[in-house]
């Protein structure tokens, strides 16, 4: 049972190992994937390049291994040669054989430990290596988007100002061609001959080719209407917005697909994470379903043990009853020689008193009542003698029933004494303390007996019955009533302490003749 425990608590382990290095190896693998997409490089490139680097390292610890181990193998052989020069050529090249043999295991579980060691090593420094450059490229990436980021926040206001800036020196020439027009329209009214001045400026002035054209007039700056103005200038605005807004869009898109990749990062994760947690819960069902099972053994094993005890207690009511009868037998043959005997009382010192006080009991009316310890010198037993209760045939809890069924019990007060010791108990009733005993009510066993409302004992108030054995159908019983609520709960609790054995945890197994003895002498 052990071994088997031993084995399952190993393999639990094994499990949980194997889950740990494949849950890492997934994760060194994405990690990886997510590196190379970062930086441009393949994956399969990388895995490459990994492999092949292993594979050298590999190669030239190997080759280490086999000179270092062909050198041992060469002093062990010269070692063995040598010891075993006053041998038989049959007995060296056996003893060679088996050197060599042994050595080679030993070198080949040597070298599997090394390269299993060499190997972890190499595992834990590549994957302590990805982790650090994980975490440089992951500060490099931040950095980057927050330089782009502001970059593209200083480019988005420098373009807004170069295109206020040309907004406003293209309204400056529009201006500015609109007062040479106005220039130019009043300098037409010199004269186009040549002047005989240094500057001729008829070239300021503008011909006519027909002298019914009539002149347009130009549409100079300060004859522009104002809403014209002001709707260029809420048209520039919008465009200069506009174009902000365009490039703030592009930032978002930007900070989106960050965003995404992020969260398929911490997707993967917390699968990752799930899925340790899916290992660890199956773990906990196997360690339950163990418990479960160990349980099952373990309640096997006290059902078997409580059965173990019924049977070896009712095997020692069954020889004290044996005992107990044999007593009556010899107390019977003293009775008929013994003219005078003394009748015991009510009140015992042999053994502890659990309870005692009146209580109302049914006593049969259609039997010839008879005290335990008359002088009569009939064979007939009392109904509630000390042994009428074991010697009780089946019928008398019908006859009782029908009695019963077709009158009410009669009960009669008496004092009763519940005393007892190792979960052997009975009540012992009569008159008063000090006056002779009445009848006995034995053999209340804790564990076997029990105390039940029937409906013989609902005729009054506080009314109950003890039973012997309820099991057995024709197993005596005394059906009892409290005179008050006191009285009863005082009852009950001796009762149930006596049957719980709460009193008494363990069975004596020591014969009762001697109690018996004590008790009828």
């Given at each position: 049972m052990s071994?088997?425990s031993e084995?399952s608590i190993?393999?639990?382990?094994l499990q949980t190992e194997?889950n740990t290095?494949?849950s890492?190896i997934d994760?060194?693998?994405?990690?990886?994937?997510?590196?190379?997409?970062?930086?441009?490089i393949?994956v399969?490139?990388?895995?490459d390049?990994?492999?092949t680097?292993?594979?050298?390292?590999?190669?030239?610890?190997?080759?280490a291994?086999v000179?270092r181990?062909?050198?041992?193998?060469?002093?062990?052989g010269?070692?063995g040669?040598?010891?075993?020069?006053g041998?038989?050529?049959?007995?060296?090249?056996g003893?060679d054989?088996?050197?060599g043999?042994g050595?080679?295991?030993?070198s080949q579980?040597?070298?599997?430990?090394?390269?299993?060691s060499?190997?972890?090593?190499?595992l834990e420094?590549r994957?302590?290596?990805?982790e650090e450059?994980?975490?440089?490229l992951r500060a490099?990436?931040?950095?980057?988007?927050?330089?782009?980021?502001?970059?593209?926040s200083?480019?988005?206001?420098l373009e807004?100002q170069?295109?206020q800036q040309q907004?406003?020196?293209?309204?400056w020439?529009?201006?500015?061609?609109d007062?040479?027009a106005?220039?130019?329209?009043?300098?037409?009214?010199?004269?186009?001959?040549?002047?005989?001045g240094?500057?001729?400026?008829?070239?300021?002035?503008?011909g006519?080719?027909t002298?019914n054209?009539?002149p347009?007039?130009t549409?100079?700056?300060h004859?522009?209407?104002?809403?014209q103005?002001d709707i260029?200038?809420?048209?520039l605005?919008?465009e200069?917005?506009?174009?902000?807004?365009k490039?703030?869009r592009s930032?978002?898109?930007?900070?989106i697909?960050s965003?995404q990749?992020?969260?398929?990062l911490k997707?993967d994760?917390?699968?990752?994470?799930?899925?340790?947690?899916?290992s660890?819960?199956?773990?906990?069902?196997?360690?339950?379903s163990?418990?479960?099972?160990?349980?099952?053994?373990v309640q096997?094993?006290r059902?078997e043990e409580?059965?173990?005890?019924?049977?070896?207690?009712r095997?020692?009511l069954?020889s004290?009853?044996a005992?107990?009868?044999?007593a009556?037998d010899k107390?019977?043959?003293s009775?008929f020689?013994v003219?005078?005997?003394?009748?015991?009382?009510?009140k015992?010192?042999?053994?502890p008193t659990?309870?005692e006080g009146?209580?109302?009991?049914?006593?049969?009316e259609?039997?010839?009542?008879?005290?335990?310890?008359s002088?009569s010198?009939?064979?007939?037993q009392s109904?509630?003698?000390?042994?009428k209760?074991?010697?009780?045939s089946?019928?008398?809890?019908n006859?009782?029933?029908?009695t019963?069924?077709?009158t009410a019990?009669k009960?009669k007060?008496q004092?009763?004494?519940?005393?007892g010791?190792?979960?052997l108990?009975q009540?012992r009733?009569?008159?008063a303390?000090?006056?002779?005993?009445?009848?006995?009510?034995e053999?209340?066993?804790s564990?076997v007996?029990?105390?039940?409302?029937?409906?013989r004992?609902?005729t009054?108030?506080?009314?109950f019955?003890?039973?012997?054995n309820?099991e057995d159908?024709?197993?005596?019983?005394?059906?009892?009533?409290?005179e008050t609520?006191e009285?009863?709960?005082m009852?009950?609790?001796?009762l149930t302490?006596?049957?719980?054995?709460?009193s008494?945890?363990f069975i004596?197994h020591?014969?009762?003749?001697r109690h018996?003895?004590?008790?009828?002498r």
């Amino acid at each position: 049972m052990s071994n088997l425990s031993e084995l399952s608590i190993q393999l639990r382990k094994l499990q949980t190992e194997n889950n740990t290095k494949n849950s890492e190896i997934d994760r060194l693998n994405r990690q990886v994937r997510i590196l190379s997409d970062l930086q441009g490089i393949s994956v399969h490139d990388l895995k490459d390049a990994l492999k092949t680097a292993c594979e050298g390292e590999a190669h030239n610890e190997l080759r280490a291994e086999v000179g270092r181990l062909k050198a041992q193998l060469e002093c062990f052989g010269a070692a063995g040669a040598t010891s075993n020069v006053g041998r038989g050529a049959k007995l060296g090249e056996g003893g060679d054989a088996n050197i060599g043999g042994g050595m080679q295991v030993k070198s080949q579980e040597e070298f599997r430990q090394e390269a299993a060691s060499r190997a972890r090593t190499n595992l834990e420094l590549r994957v302590g290596e990805l982790e650090e450059l994980e975490g440089t490229l992951r500060a490099e990436l931040a950095k980057v988007y927050e330089q782009a980021r502001q970059l593209a926040s200083r480019n988005t206001i420098l373009e807004t100002q170069h295109l206020q800036q040309q907004n406003l020196i293209s309204d400056w020439e529009r201006r500015w061609a609109d007062r040479e027009a106005e220039d130019i329209r009043k300098g037409s009214i010199v004269a186009r001959t040549p002047s005989i001045g240094s500057y001729n400026y008829s070239e300021f002035a503008t011909g006519c080719e027909t002298s019914n054209s009539v002149p347009q007039p130009t549409m100079l700056l300060h004859n522009v209407p104002q809403s014209q103005l002001d709707i260029q200038q809420s048209l520039l605005a919008v465009e200069t917005a506009l174009a902000g807004e365009k490039q703030q869009r592009s930032l978002l898109q930007q900070q989106i697909e960050s965003a995404q990749k992020s969260y398929e990062l911490k997707l993967d994760q917390y699968q990752h994470r799930i899925q340790f947690q899916e290992s660890q819960i199956l773990d906990l069902e196997q360690q339950l379903s163990s418990l479960y099972a160990a349980f099952g053994i373990v309640q096997q094993e006290r059902t078997e043990e409580r059965d173990q005890k019924l049977w070896l207690k009712r095997n020692l009511l069954e020889s004290d009853a044996a005992l107990a009868k044999e007593a009556e037998d010899k107390e019977k043959g003293s009775f008929f020689h013994v003219t005078n005997v003394s009748r015991p009382t009510v009140k015992t010192s042999q053994t502890p008193t659990i309870a005692e006080g009146y209580l109302l009991l049914v006593l049969p009316e259609d039997e010839h009542w008879s005290p335990p310890f008359s002088k009569s010198t009939s064979t007939r037993q009392s109904p509630f003698s000390p042994r009428k209760l074991l010697s009780k045939s089946k019928s008398t809890p019908n006859k009782m029933s029908s009695t019963s069924s077709s009158t009410a019990p009669k009960y009669k007060r008496q004092y009763c004494v519940l005393h007892g010791s190792n979960g052997l108990y009975q009540l012992r009733f009569g008159n008063a303390l000090l006056d002779p005993v009445d009848g006995v009510h034995e053999f209340i066993t804790s564990g076997v007996s029990s105390v039940e409302h029937t409906p013989r004992s609902a005729t009054k108030n506080f009314g109950f019955e003890i039973k012997i054995n309820p099991e057995d159908v024709g197993s005596p019983s005394l059906c009892c009533a409290a005179e008050t609520e006191e009285d009863f709960m005082m009852w009950m609790t001796a009762l149930t302490a006596v049957i719980d054995g709460s009193s008494d945890n363990f069975i004596d197994h020591v014969p009762l003749q001697r109690h018996f003895e004590v008790l009828f002498r």
